[in-house]
C-alpha cells in the first residue's frame, strides 16, 4: 500500500463574487499503512481535501502522490481521474441502493468494471465475511440497521482491493452505541488490512481513538499534524488544545523557575508547572488544563503545587463522574470528579503540574480571562513541515 503525499494542495470554491480557499497551501502525508485523520470544524476544507485525494475534485494547484505515482500536478499537468487511483471511498450518506440487495451493492464496483462473475462471487463473499456480514448477504438493503448499511459501505469500498481507503464522516449518523462499536471494528479492520487510510471528522474522539496520524485543519490549513497522544498531551497552538477535548485556560506570564518547576502569575495566583518550556520570564503565556488534571477539594490538599479557591457553579452527573464548573476569579474551570459537591459549594482547585499545558499568549495581555475551551485566538500559523 502507498503512502499518499500533498504538497501546496490549493482548492478554491467561487461563489459568485465570493472566494473561498477550501484547501489553501495543505502539505500532508499519510504514512503507508496508517490512518491519517482531518480533524477541524465544519467549513474548515478537510472533507475538500479528501474528495482532492480522491479525484472528485480537480485542485488549482500543488501536487497529489500515491507512493512515487503523481495523480495530480499543476505544475506537470497531470490529472488522473477517480477510476484511475484505485482508492476505495465511504462516504457520510453511505449511498447504499434501496433497491438492490446487500450482495448487489457491495458487486456494484465490479459489475461496472466488467469483472466476470466467478470472480465478483469470490471477492463480494470475501469482503461481506471482511466485515462480518457474510450472512446477509441476499437481505434487501432497507431491512439493515445503520451499523450495517455502514458496514455493506465500507465492504463495497474494499472489494476491489483498493490502494488507499478513504472515509468522509462515515460514522457521524450512527448513534452513539453502535458507532463505539463500528469505530473499534474499523480500527481492527485496518490493521488487519494495513491500507493507507485518510478519515475526516469533526469528533475529537473518533480522531483520537482511530488514528495514527492526525492533521488539525482551520479555514482550510494545516494547524497541526501530530500522533494523538502528542497533540493532546502537549499541543502547539490553542485551537487544537481546545479542540481535540474540553480545557480550561489561564492567562498569565512566567514569573521564574525553581527545583525544575516553572511559575505563572494568573489573576488567581501562582500556577506552578512542570519545567519543560524554554520561555523567558515575563513571557505572557497561557496555562491549559484538562478537567481530568484538576481535582476538587473541601480543604486545601497539603503538598499540591498549586491550589485556588472557588465556588462550584454547576455540577452535571455523567454516570462515571460529575463534569463541574467552578467559578473563580472571573474565569470558570471544568473539573472531573465523583458527585461530592453541590452548586454554591466552596472549593479548593488543585491543578497536576505535571500535565498544565503551556502555551504562548499571542491574543492580548496576561491578566485577560479566558472563558474554558473557547479555540478563538489569531488566525492559524503557516502550515507546518509534516512528520
Same mark, same amino acid.
Given at each position: 500500500?502507498?503512502?499518499?503525499?500533498?504538497?501546496?494542495?490549493?482548492?478554491?470554491?467561487?461563489?459568485?463574487?465570493?472566494?473561498?480557499?477550501?484547501?489553501?497551501?495543505?502539505?500532508?502525508?499519510?504514512?503507508?499503512?496508517?490512518?491519517?485523520?482531518?480533524?477541524?470544524?465544519?467549513?474548515?476544507?478537510?472533507?475538500t481535501t479528501l474528495r482532492c485525494v480522491a479525484g472528485l475534485e480537480r485542485p488549482d494547484d500543488?501536487?497529489?502522490?500515491?507512493?512515487?505515482?503523481?495523480?495530480?500536478?499543476?505544475?506537470?499537468?497531470?490529472?488522473?481521474?477517480?477510476?484511475?487511483?484505485?482508492?476505495?471511498?465511504?462516504?457520510?450518506?453511505?449511498?447504499?441502493?434501496?433497491?438492490?440487495?446487500?450482495?448487489?451493492?457491495?458487486?456494484?464496483?465490479?459489475?461496472?468494471?466488467?469483472?466476470?462473475?466467478?470472480?465478483?462471487?469470490?471477492?463480494?463473499?470475501?469482503?461481506?465475511?471482511?466485515?462480518?456480514?457474510?450472512?446477509?448477504?441476499?437481505?434487501?438493503?432497507?431491512?439493515?440497521?445503520?451499523?450495517?448499511?455502514?458496514?455493506?459501505?465500507?465492504?463495497?469500498?474494499?472489494?476491489?482491493?483498493?490502494?488507499?481507503?478513504?472515509?468522509?464522516?462515515?460514522?457521524?449518523?450512527?448513534?452513539?452505541?453502535?458507532?463505539?462499536?463500528?469505530?473499534?471494528?474499523?480500527?481492527?479492520?485496518?490493521?488487519?488490512?494495513?491500507?493507507?487510510?485518510?478519515?475526516?471528522?469533526?469528533?475529537?474522539?473518533?480522531?483520537?481513538?482511530?488514528?495514527?496520524?492526525?492533521?488539525?485543519?482551520?479555514?482550510?490549513?494545516?494547524?497541526?499534524?501530530?500522533?494523538?497522544?502528542?497533540?493532546?498531551?502537549?499541543?502547539?497552538?490553542?485551537?487544537?488544545?481546545?479542540?481535540?477535548?474540553?480545557?480550561?485556560?489561564?492567562?498569565?506570564?512566567?514569573?521564574?523557575?525553581?527545583?525544575?518547576?516553572?511559575?505563572?502569575?494568573?489573576p488567581s495566583g501562582p500556577l506552578r508547572c512542570r519545567d519543560a518550556h524554554a520561555v523567558p520570564?515575563?513571557?505572557?503565556?497561557?496555562?491549559? +488544563?484538562? =478537567?481530568?488534571?484538576?481535582?476538587?477539594? *473541601?480543604?486545601? &490538599? /497539603? @503538598?499540591?503545587?498549586?491550589?485556588?479557591?472557588? #465556588?462550584?457553579?454547576?455540577?452535571?452527573?455523567?454516570?462515571?463522574?460529575?463534569?463541574?464548573?467552578?467559578?473563580?476569579?472571573?474565569?470558570?474551570?471544568?473539573?472531573?470528579?465523583?458527585?461530592?459537591?453541590?452548586?454554591?459549594?466552596?472549593?479548593?482547585?488543585?491543578?497536576?503540574?505535571?500535565?498544565?499545558?503551556?502555551?504562548?499568549?499571542? +491574543?492580548? =495581555?496576561?491578566?485577560?480571562?479566558?472563558? *474554558?475551551?473557547? &479555540? /478563538? @485566538?489569531?488566525?492559524?500559523?503557516?502550515?507546518? #513541515?509534516?512528520?
Amino acid at each position: 500500500m502507498p503512502s499518499v503525499r500533498m504538497t501546496s494542495l490549493v482548492k478554491i470554491h467561487r461563489v459568485g463574487r465570493q472566494v473561498v480557499r477550501a484547501a489553501d497551501g495543505v502539505s500532508l502525508e499519510a504514512p503507508q499503512g496508517q490512518i491519517l485523520t482531518l480533524l477541524g470544524p465544519s467549513g474548515c476544507g478537510k472533507s475538500t481535501t479528501l474528495r482532492c485525494v480522491a479525484g472528485l475534485e480537480r485542485p488549482d494547484d500543488g501536487e497529489i502522490l500515491f507512493g512515487d505515482r503523481v495523480v495530480f500536478s499543476r505544475a506537470r499537468r497531470v490529472f488522473v481521474p477517480p477510476e484511475g487511483r484505485n482508492v476505495g471511498m465511504v462516504f457520510q450518506s453511505y449511498a447504499i441502493w434501496p433497491h438492490l440487495t446487500v450482495f448487489e451493492n457491495v458487486a456494484y464496483p465490479m459489475d461496472v468494471r466488467g469483472v466476470p462473475r466467478r470472480r465478483i462471487q469470490e471477492r463480494v463473499a470475501a469482503a461481506l465475511d471482511l466485515v462480518g456480514l457474510g450472512a446477509l448477504a441476499d437481505r434487501p438493503a432497507p431491512y439493515l440497521s445503520g451499523g450495517q448499511q455502514q458496514r455493506v459501505a465500507l465492504a463495497r469500498a474494499l472489494v476491489y482491493e483498493p490502494e488507499v481507503l478513504l472515509l468522509d464522516e462515515p460514522l457521524s449518523n450512527l448513534d452513539a452505541k453502535v458507532r463505539e462499536q463500528v469505530r473499534e471494528d474499523l480500527r481492527g479492520l485496518q490493521r488487519r488490512l494495513g491500507i493507507t487510510t485518510i478519515y475526516v471528522t469533526h469528533d475529537q474522539l473518533e480522531a483520537l481513538s482511530l488514528s495514527d496520524v492526525i492533521a488539525v485543519m482551520q479555514a482550510g490549513r494545516i494547524v497541526e499534524v501530530g500522533t494523538p497522544q502528542a497533540l493532546y498531551a502537549r499541543p502547539t497552538t490553542r485551537f487544537t488544545a481546545a479542540f481535540l477535548g474540553e480545557i480550561s485556560f489561564l492567562s498569565g506570564a512566567v514569573a521564574g523557575r525553581e527545583g525544575g518547576m516553572l511559575t505563572i502569575m494568573t489573576p488567581s495566583g501562582p500556577l506552578r508547572c512542570r519545567d519543560a518550556h524554554a520561555v523567558p520570564d515575563g513571557t505572557p503565556v497561557v496555562a491549559g +488544563a484538562r =478537567p481530568e488534571h484538576v481535582t476538587l477539594t *473541601p480543604d486545601r &490538599p /497539603a @503538598g499540591a503545587a498549586s491550589v485556588f479557591e472557588g #465556588t462550584v457553579a454547576s455540577a452535571l452527573y455523567e454516570g462515571g463522574r460529575v463534569k463541574y464548573r467552578v467559578g473563580m476569579d472571573g474565569l470558570t474551570v471544568l473539573a472531573y470528579g465523583a458527585p461530592r459537591f453541590a452548586p454554591g459549594d466552596r472549593v479548593h482547585v488543585a491543578v497536576d503540574p505535571d500535565q498544565v499545558i503551556v502555551l504562548p499568549d499571542l +491574543a492580548g =495581555p496576561a491578566t485577560r480571562p479566558m472563558a *474554558p475551551g473557547s &479555540p /478563538a @485566538g489569531p488566525p492559524p500559523p503557516a502550515p507546518p #513541515t509534516p512528520g
